[in-house]
């Protein structure tokens, strides 16, 4: 609010007030008022020199809006800031006066920050950003806010200055394998370097906060696995022998390099490979035999095993077909050679018997194993 104060020199001794409001910018020419009609004067004055004083009030009109003198402000901020955390802002000016200035600021979007107006000795106000709930830069990296400022004009008038938030990362997220379990199967006496599987962990922090290296847990057998402390990926380190081991159950370890551990577990189930042949033990002869002993009488006793599983450790026992022999299963790896025929000492003496093992595996292992069987004299021909 402004005063101006007219004097109109019309008399000398005369007093008389009035007061004129007019709207500041009006335009040249514009009627303010009829100083003698409001000053109740006769057109043809007594005395052609009275003194009135006139106040002329200039209102002022909001023909400003807030104006800040940055279009942005930026900040880089830690996810680790703790709440209520202060950040200054920019102020806006209004050169408007009273309600038409600048009153109040408005902060948006309001889930993270809010806006607080704080007042100097000198009655200027400043404005304060205020972190209320913590950020996480995993959640959201970048945070775009506008901080309006709005005077109490009317119609209102406001400014607004974009804030832009960068969220700096901190390592505060552990790697997290994919699976809890992991399987993988193998032949056994699989080549070293053999791929067995590849485990994965994702951390969610970035750059170096999110570097993962892999090993094996503490505990956990390491001479017959590798594992590639970057890329996860098991592979064969030593000999893997089915019949000494058919499955392998390994920790696995995942690591950030701020120390965040997570942990998983690889089963490696091993498949047989037919890679032992059948082993023939004799476990009694009765050499020689009588010459005329019945069909049926056991010659020999053995035991056939083979050390594969499944088909590559089924066996089948032969003896060939045209010798006067028979060899049977008597128990699962017991067999009993047999005579078939009755022989005769003074046609043949001495047989050679080959009894043959052989698996049914792909391809098949087989082995033989030969007996020399005597036949002893009885005295069956007459002089
Ligand atoms: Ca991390
Ligand atoms: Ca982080
Ligand atoms: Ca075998
Ligand atoms: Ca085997």
Request: proline share 4%.
């Amino acid at each position: 609010l402004q005063l101006l104060i007219l004097c109109i020199c019309v008399a000398d001794d005369v007093y008389g007030q009035v007061r004129y409001s007019i709207p500041e910018e009006m335009v040249k020419g514009s009627f303010v008022g009829n100083i003698a009609q409001d000053l109740g004067l006769d057109i043809i004055l007594d005395n052609p020199m009275e003194l009135h004083r006139i106040d002329m009030e200039i209102l002022d009109i909001n023909d400003h809006a807030p104006v800040f003198n940055k279009k942005d402000i930026f900040f880089e901020i830690s996810e680790s800031v703790h709440s209520g955390a202060i950040f200054s802002l920019d102020t806006a000016k209004d050169p408007d006066v009273g309600t038409n200035s600048l009153q109040t600021y408005r902060l948006h979007p309001a889930d993270h920050f809010n806006v607080k107006i704080l007042s100097r000795l000198d009655g200027t106000k400043y404005v304060e950003m205020v972190l209320q709930t913590t950020l996480d830069r995993e959640k959201q990296e970048e945070h775009k806010l506008v901080l309006t400022a709005y005077d109490g004009g009317n119609p209102q008038k406001s400014g607004s200055i974009s804030i832009n938030i960068l969220v700096l990362d901190v390592n505060d997220n552990g790697p997290i394998f994919l699976q809890t379990v992991y399987k993988a199967s193998i032949l056994e006496n699989s080549a070293k370097g053999t791929r067995v599987l590849q485990v994965s962990a994702v951390d969610a922090d970035k750059g170096t906060n999110g570097e993962v290296t892999y090993s094996f847990s503490r505990g956990s057998l390491s001479d017959l696995f590798d594992i590639n402390t970057h890329t996860g990926e098991i592979t064969v380190g030593g000999l893997i022998d089915f019949e000494s081991t058919k499955q392998y159950e390994i920790n696995v370890e995942a690591k950030d390099r701020g120390g965040f551990t997570n942990s998983s577990k690889v089963i490696i189930d091993i498949i047989d490979v037919n890679d032992n042949a059948p082993v023939i033990t004799l476990m009694s002869f009765s050499s020689p035999v009588p010459e005329d002993s019945i069909p049926g009488t056991v010659i020999a006793m053995l035991n056939i095993k083979d050390l594969d599983s499944g088909k590559n450790g089924h066996l089948k026992c032969f003896i060939r077909p045209d010798s006067p022999f028979q060899i049977k299963q008597s128990s699962s790896n017991f067999y009993i050679l047999t005579t078939d025929h009755v022989l005769d000492r003074e046609k043949i003496s001495e047989y050679n018997i080959t009894i043959t093992a052989v698996d049914e595996g792909s391809p098949p292992y087989s082995t033989n194993k030969t007996v020399t069987l005597k036949l002893s004299d009885v005295n069956d021909n007459a002089p």
